[in-house]
Structures are given as C-alpha cells and as structure tokens.
C-alpha cells in the first residue's frame, strides 16, 4: 500500500527506525524510574548491577538517535 501511494518503502522503513531510536530512551525512562519503586514492586526493585546496565543502554540509544537523525536527513 505504501509503495502504490509513492513512496518508498526503504525511505519509510528507515525513517520508522530512526524514530524508534529517538523515542526508546523517552519511554524508558518511566520504567527505570518505576521499577525502583518499592512502593510499585516491593522488594523486587533493580539492583546497583541493573539499574547501570539500563542506564548505560539508555544512554548508548540516546546517544545513537543523535547520530542517526542527522544522517538520516542528510543522507537522503
């Protein structure tokens, strides 16, 4: 359907990845926060070993959306 209207399939496949990659560090963020809560998950919380792992993915995809956006606007 996408390809009958005009445009191109590969050009929407990549746009729809690069906003994956920009979006996925606003929503994680909630959850890191949640599930530290003990209120929300009682002694389930994430641990020191966790809670950085999260963090430096978070990081690490906030980081690749501020690479990709750029590249996908100027490389066309």
Do not use: D
């Not at 050009?11 to 990659?21: G, P």
């Not at 963090?55 to 690749?64: E, H, K, Q, S």
């Amino acid at each position: 359907a996408i390809a009958v209207i005009g445009f191109n399939p590969l050009q929407v496949t990549l746009i729809s990845v690069a906003l994956t990659v920009v979006v996925m560090p606003v929503l994680v963020l909630p959850f890191f926060v949640l599930m530290n809560e003990e209120e929300y998950v009682g002694r389930h919380t994430s641990g020191p070993f966790g809670n950085g792992l999260l963090a430096a993915l978070t990081i690490l995809g906030a980081v690749m959306a501020l690479v990709v956006i750029p590249l996908e606007i100027l490389g066309g």
